[in-house]
C-alpha cells in the first residue's frame, strides 16, 4: 500500500513511495505529528541517481521488519537533498559536528519532535551489523531509547546546537580587506601540497573533479604572478586526465560524479547536471588558454550528451541519470570481452583494444569500463576504423536498459548549465550550445518565475519550493553569460528582476552577505549563508560577481555596494582558505577597479562578430555585451551609441567609459595588451 509520497513530484521520494516505512515528506503535516506524539524524527536525505541510497532502500526501507521498527518508533521523513537543498545544509553541517567527519547520502538523522535539533546522525547503514558498522535495526532501538531516556533534556541540546550552527557564518567583525596577491600565493600552495603530479587533481581516492579550484588555477595562470606556469600546468594536467580516463563517458559524452581511485579509472556511475555544466564551462576556458584539441572534443562530446539526454522537450535540463541500471551499478556503461567481439568484426576489436588498453584482467567486476590509452591516443583517435567501432558500440548500448533520468528542472542547475553552453558556444563558436541554453532560459522563465519570485522545482506541470539564493544567482550567471553571446533586452529585464530580489530577500542588511534561504522562507534550525564551495559553487560568490557586473553595466551602486559587502563579510575566510572559498575569491578579485565592461554597438551581425572574437581570448574580470542598433535599452547602456554605418566597443572601467574604438583589431589589442596598444 501506498505510502505519503504517493503524490510527491520528486523521482527519489517517489522511489519510496511503496515501501513498507510509513514515509512523510518534509512538510507541517509530517512534523505537527512528531510535535503531538512526541515522537522523534527519522530524517533520512538522499537524491534518485544516488547508488547507496538505493542500497538502503533495498536493505532496510523494503524490510517488513525493520520498516516495523521505524513505524513504531519514529515519524519519519524522506528529503530529496535537490529540491530541499536548505535542509541538507543544515543537517550535513549537523552530521560533522556530532561525528567529526563529513557526510554524504544517504544521510540518516534523528532529530526531536520539537525545534528538530540532531541527536544522532549518519549515512549509510547495514540491515545488520558488518564491516565495523552497526546494524540498522539495531541501531534504531538504541537511538528511540536514548530519546526517550533524555527527552527532558531536548530543550537544552536545541538551544545549545542552534548556537553551535550560528557561529558557522562568518565573522562580521572579522578583517574585511584581501591581500590579492597572498592570497593566490597561498592558493597555489595549498593546491600544490594537494596535487597529484602522476594523475592529476587533489588528494587520493575517491578523487572529485572540484571544477571552482581548477578555475582558480586558470585565473592565476592568466595574472603576472610567478605561479602562472604551474597554475595551468596543474590545471591542464587534471582536465586532460579526467577526459582521458573512466571519469568522462568515452561513447556518449558527459563527466560521472566522482573516481573511487586516484587514477580516475572507475568511476561512481551517475551522472549529474551541475558537474557537466561547471566543467563544460571549465575546459572553454582551457580551450582559450592552450587551443589544446581534447577541450575541444570533451566540450563538443558533453554538450551533445547533454542535449540528446539531460535538455527535455520543452527546453529544461533535467537533474541526474542514475549511477544504476536493472539493479546493478555501472551495468550500462561497462563491456565483458564476450559482449565486443560478438559487435565488433576481428579489425574493429583490434582497435578498441589498443586505444582504451584492454588487456590483462578487466578493470570493473569481470567487465571492461573504458578509459583512454595514452601511449595509442594520438596516433589512433582519428582512425576511421575506431570512430565505426565506437558509434557500433554506441548504438548497440542505447539498445540496454538504461539507467533512470530523474527528469525534474531544478532553476539553479539550469542556470548553471545556461552558462556552461553560453560559454563554450562563445568560446568555440558552436552557435547550437547557445540555442539550446536559450531554449532553457524561456523554459525556466515561464515556469519557475512566478509573480515575481523564483520557485526551485518544476516536474509533471508543477512548480514547487520557494527558491533558493542559488536558484536566482545561478540563473542570474547564465542568463549574463547567454547576453554576452546574444542580446535580448528581455533577458536583461528579467535579469535586473532577480538581482532585486536577491537584495531585497537575501542580503543581510546589518552584517553584509546573503542567507541560503530568502526573508519570508520557513523558518528552520539555522539560516546559512554558504561561503565555502562544495558540489556547487558558493551561491554568496556568485551573487557577489553577478551583482557586481551587472551594477557595472547598468550604473546600479545599490547592487555594487551588496557585491562589496558581500567579499568584505568573508574576507577573512577566502585570505585564510581561498581555494576552499574560491568562488568568493574570484568574486573578490573581479570586484576591482581594473575589471571592464565591453559594449559593442552596431548591427546585430557584426555585433555578434566582434563578440565571437573577443570571446576565443581568455579575459577574465572582463565582460564583452554585443548590443544591436534596435535593441530597447536602458539609458546606461543607450548612451553608447553606434556611430553611422560603423560598429564600435566602448570600454567601461567603474563608472567611465572611453572613447568609441571603431576598429575589431584596435578594441582586441587594448583588452589583450592594453599597455602597448
Known sequence: MPNNLINET???????????VDWYPWRPQALSLASREDKPILLS???????????????SFENEAIAALMNEHFVCIKVDREERPDLDKIYQAAHQMLTQRPGGWPLTVAITPVGHAPFFAGTYFPPEARQGMPGFAELLVKISTHYRQHSGEMSGHEASFKRALAQLNPDPGA?????TNAAMDSAIEALQSQFDPVNGGFGSAPKFPHPTQLELLFRIAASDRPQHEISIAMAN???????????????AGGFYRYSVDREWRIPHFEKMLYDNAQLMSLYADGHCLTDSPFYRRAIASTAHWVMAEMQQPHGGFAATLDADSEGVEGKYYVWSETDLRAILNAAEYEIVEKFFALYGE?????????????????????????RDALSKLYIHREERVRPGLDDKILAAWNGMMIKGMARASLRLDMPELAVAAQKAVDFVHTHLWRDGRMLASWREQQADLNGYLDDYAFVAEGLLELLQVQWRSKDLIWLTEICDVIIEQFEDNENGGFFFTSHDHESLLYRPKSGPDDAIPSSNGAAASVLYRVGMLLGKPRYIEAAQNTVALFAADISRSPSVYASLFTAAMEISPASKTVIIRGSRDHVSEWARELGRHYLP???????????????AIDNKKALVGKTVGYICQGFECGAPVDSLQALEALLINPASA
Not at 538522499?46 to 533495498?58: D, I, L, P, S, T
Open 175 to 179: 578583517s574585511t580587506t584581501i591581500d
Open 621 to 635: 574580470g572582463c565582460w564583452v555585451y554585443p548590443v544591436p542598433d534596435e535593441a530597447a535599452l536602458p539609458e
Open 45 to 59: 536525505i538522499g537524491y534518485a541517481a544516488c547508488h547507496w541510497c538505493h542500497v538502503m532502500e533495498h536493505e
Open 362 to 386: 578487466p578493470n570493473f567486476e569481470g567487465s571492461w569500463h573504458f578509459n583512454v590509452n595514452e601511449e595509442e591516443e594520438e596516433s589512433l583517435r582519428d582512425k576511421t576504423e575506431l
Open 10 to 20: 520528486s523521482p527519489y521520494l517517489l522511489q519510496h513511495a511503496n515501501n513498507p
Open 237 to 251: 594536467k587534471t582536465l586532460r586526465k579526467m577526459y582521458q580516463g573512466g571519469l568522462f563517458d568515452q561513447l
